[in-house]
């Protein structure tokens, strides 16, 4: 048996599964018990504190100052800060543990760096103005219809999510949204809150990625009731970027839902979180928890019916905004149309608001474009109406439209997402409208 160890049989010591400093001495200021944490504030291997005096090590600057003498002098809690060898300053608390007579037979001491105390103090001060924030606008949010904002869902792929927010806003089960940013993910969380029994409650939407792994419990469980948790309840509790938790933040999180809570919560990713856990970047755990009903948000490029509305709908919001009553173009409305939108409704709102405000007249053109999105001389479509018949005029659109969109994209298959019709018909239409081979690019 090994004298050093608290207990004979060392596959009991929960002491061993702890991720902390913590140092165990007799009263005489021997070390018996040590975590695999320990010494690397002090900048040595744990081994090397076993079995040695805290007087001898203080004596040696490794312990500036010694806490067992301090606790054994006053038979209580006692925190006091250290400085290191290597520099570090941390702050160690001792605990005195006593014999049958009253005597403090051992001395459990355990440290923090100071610096991430630091770091834990300064965000639980803005986590307290934030919670303070919530809590001061939770009532006008209960008072609110919350609605599918910012994006339009009335292409064929849009509108089966829709159908299916409006099947689990009725339900109590986790779900998942997925899709790129700006698909509208956040929105149509919204929307589920609003059109189920917890419309009235909260809507507490957290950016998990930005909480520090330190303080990722007690930003949920909060301190006097003030957590993320307990402001939901009743409510609904989205956690946004999702795929972009660290391992521990996961492990906390699924520790966290567990738990007995009154939320109803809706996770947010921008990507497939089925495939993080194939490459082993999610916990199966977490993901079987939280994977009940997922709902998939395809991008604005391949719902060609959206981005058509988009347009229309982000423009009438503008002529509000501004008191204007402006318009666009058709040969901008069409370019619009082919542009690939990876930024989806943000990009295209931004881009839109851009052009509003660069037009010096009530219509908006490819030039009040900004230079990144204005397309080539040779790409433009600039027809004119008068003196032309209709079938002329679509004819001579669909043309350019087809050309243009054959060198953005490398494929017919590409071309017909993103256009909106079936690739048999790109081929068709292709063959058309010119005269030269069609390669192996037009398959």
Known sequence: MNSLFLLPNTHEE???TYDEDIIVTTREGRIIKVSPLSGEPYGVAPEELLGRSVYALEAEGIFSP??????LEKKKKVVLRQDTP???????????LFNDEGDVEFVVSYSYDLSQLMVMKEYLGNLELEMSKVKGE???LRNQQLQVEGCVMESPSSS???????????????VVIQGEPGTGKTALAKFIHSQGNRRDAAFIEVNCSAIPESVFDISFTG?????????????????????QLSAASQAALFKILKQPHAARVIA???ALIEEAVTAGNFREDLFYFLHVAVIDLKPLRERPDDLDRAIGYFLELLNQTYDQQKAVSDDLHFHLLQLPWKGNFRELRNVLERSFIESESALITLDDLPLAYQPDSDERIGFELDGQTLPDILESVEKKILLNAQKRYRTTT??????????????RKLKKYTSTSLGGEIT
Request: proline share 7%; aromatic share 2%; charged share 15%.
């Open 138 to 140: 939770l009532a006008h």
């Open 268 to 270: 947010i990713s921008s």
């Open 86 to 96: 290597s520099g570090r300053k941390v702050l160690i608390t001792g605990i005195p």
């Open 14 to 16: 929960i002491i061993d």
């Open 414 to 427: 590409e071309m017909a997402n993103v256009l909106g019709i079936s690739q048999p018909s790109v081929v």
């Open 160 to 174: 089966r999510a829709l159908q299916t927010a409006i099947k689990m806003a009725q339900l109590e089960v986790p």
């Open 66 to 71: 010694a806490i067992t003498p301090l606790v």
């Open 223 to 243: 301190l006097d009731g003030d957590g993320y948790l307990p402001l939901a309840a009743g409510g609904t509790l989205v956690l946004n970027e999702l795929d």
